[in-house]
C-alpha cells in the first residue's frame, strides 16, 4: 500500500543511542503514513547538534518505505510563550529559540513546525495576541528556510491564547507573513474549548469561513477525558472519551482532509504506546474495544 493514501500516525520519540533512526522505526512500527517528533526534549530548549542524530539513516529509511516527507511534523517545545505580554526578554528568548529550531526542522527536511500560541497571564488575548505577532514577525524577519509554522488550536485552560478560530485568524492577519504560518486544529482542545467536534462538517465549514481550510497543515487526533467546553486539556485514547471513536474516524477519513496529517498525541496505556493499535482501528474504520481494560 502507498504510505500517501490515508495520512495517519502519532508522535514518535527521539532518543539516544538512535535518535532520528529510532524515531523513523518507531513510526514504521505503527504502520504509520506519517508522524510528529520534537527535535529535543518538550519541556526544554537544550538541543543536541544536528550531526549527532542520524538524520540521514532516518531520511534513507523513510525513502526507503514510501513516506511523504512534507507530511512529517514537528513540535515545537511547549515551554516557551512567544506571546508573554509582561517579558520583554522571554519574548526575546522565544523568538530566538524558534529561528533556531525553524533551522532544524529544515535540516530535517520538514516543512511544519506546531507551535502553541501562548499565555495571556491575565493581560487579555488581544494584547497577547499583538506581542505573539511582534514576535513571529521578528522570528520570519531573521529566518532562512521555508518552514511553515503551524498554530495550534488551545482548549482554554489557564490563559491560553488561540483558543478560539476568530483568535486563529487574528494571530494570522496580524503578522507581516501569513503566508509562512498555518493552523493545527487539535480534536480535544477544540472541542474542551467548546466547539461542537461531533457536527464535523459544522466545525470544517467554520474553519473554512473564519480561517480558511487552506490553512490547516495538522490535526491532532485526540479523544477527551473531559466533556465540551471544560477547558481541561486532558487527552484521551480514541473511543474512550467524550469525543468518541465515530466522531473520530469521520474526521480522521474526511475528504476535506485527505491531504492533511492526522496525528495521535493520546495517552499510553499500562505502560505502553497505544498508537499501533488505535492505527489499525482508524484503518479499518472500526474500533475495538477490548484493547483496553475495564477499570
Ligand atoms: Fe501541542
Ligand atoms: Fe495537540
Ligand atoms: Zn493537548
Known amino acids: 500500500m502507498d504510505k500517501k493514501d490515508f495520512l495517519i500516525g502519532s508522535h514518535c520519540s527521539m532518543n539516544s543511542p538512535e535518535f532520528y533512526l529510532g524515531t523513523v522505526r518507531e513510526a514504521i512500527s505503527y504502520d504509520s503514513s506519517c508522524f510528529m517528533f520534537y527535535t529535543g526534549a518538550p519541556q526544554n530548549s537544550f538541543r543536541k547538534p544536528l550531526n549527532e542524530l542520524k538524520i540521514e539513516e532516518g531520511r534513507r529509511l523513510l525513502k526507503e518505505n514510501n513516506f511523504d516527507e512534507s507530511k512529517i511534523i514537528v513540535h515545537a517545545p511547549y515551554i516557551i510563550n512567544p506571546a508573554n505580554p509582561d517579558r520583554k526578554d522571554l519574548r526575546d528568548m522565544s523568538v530566538d529559540f524558534m529561528v533556531r529550531e525553524l533551522k532544524r526542522t529544515a535540516g530535517f527536511g520538514c516543512k511544519t513546525i506546531v507551535l502553541h500560541p501562548g499565555n495571556h497571564l491575565g493581560a487579555g488575548p488581544d494584547a497577547a495576541i499583538k506581542c505573539l505577532d511582534e514576535s513571529l514577525n521578528q522570528i520570519f524577519e531573521q529566518d532562512g528556510t521555508d518552514v511553515k509554522i503551524a498554530i495550534e488550536t488551545m482548549s482554554g485552560k489557564g490563559s491560553e491564547i488561540g483558543i478560539t478560530f476568530e483568535q486563529v485568524a487574528q494571530i494570522i492577519n496580524g503578522c507581516k507573513y501569513p503566508e509562512r504560518l498555518g493552523v493545527c486544529l487539535d480534536t480535544c482542545h477544540v472541542s474542551d474549548a467548546g466547539y461542537d467536534i461531533h457536527d464535523v462538517d459544522g466545525l470544517l465549514n467554520e474553519f473554512d469561513k473564519i480561517i480558511g481550510l487552506n490553512k490547516l497543515l495538522v490535526v491532532h ?64 474504520e472500526n474500533f475495538l474495544d477490548e484493547w483496553r481494560e475495564k477499570s
Open 221 to 284: 487526533l485526540n479523544d477527551s477525558k473531559n466533556p465540551r467546553a471544560a477547558h481541561k486539556d486532558r487527552h484521551e485514547n480514541l473511543g474512550y472519551g467524550y469525543i468518541g471513536f465515530e466522531t473520530l474516524n469521520k474526521i480522521a477519513h474526511h475528504p476535506l482532509l485527505v491531504n492533511v496529517p492526522k496525528i495521535l498525541e493520546t495517552p499510553y496505556y499500562n505502560d505502553e504506546p497505544p498508537y499501533k493499535k488505535e492505527i489499525a482501528m482508524l484503518r479499518g
